[in-house]
């Protein structure tokens, strides 16, 4: 089992930036792909970027340009750089962590809201 858990979420008017932190533990021996969902009430998970064990990153078209995905291996940590947020972003947003045997986990979820 793996164990995620975010911190960072909050508050923000929009133009601002927030930095979401993810941090993974239990068996992480064998994560491959660590990344960050959002979800709206009322409407399905989407993916906003995720980073590979090799820093191989994939980002949402909303996301490119605003949105930045690190990842820490050493420290299995896994951060997203948001800046010029807007009020579409508001969402809450959960950590995402797969191995290489295909088992998702997920974190409990942290609320980002921007303000107009």
């Known amino acids: 089992q793996v164990q995620l858990v975010e911190s960072g979420g909050g508050l923000v008017q929009a133009g601002g930036s927030l930095r979401l932190s993810c941090a993974a533990s239990?068996?992480?021996?064998?994560?491959?792909?660590m990344g960050w969902y959002r979800q709206v009430l009322g409407k399905q998970r989407e993916l906003v970027a995720s980073?590979?064990?090799?820093?191989?990153?994939n980002y949402a078209d909303s996301a490119k340009g605003r949105f930045t995905i690190s990842r820490d291996n050493p420290k299995n940590t896994v951060a997203l750089e948001m800046n010029s947020l807007k009020p579409e972003d508001t969402a809450v947003y959960y950590c995402?962590?797969?191995?290489?045997?295909?088992?998702?986990?997920w974190g409990q979820g942290t609320q980002v809201t921007v303000s107009s």
């Open positions: 980073i590979t064990s090799t820093s191989t990153t």
């Open positions: 239990g068996s992480i021996s064998r994560l491959n792909r």
């Open positions: 995402n962590a797969a191995n290489y045997f295909g088992a998702e986990y």
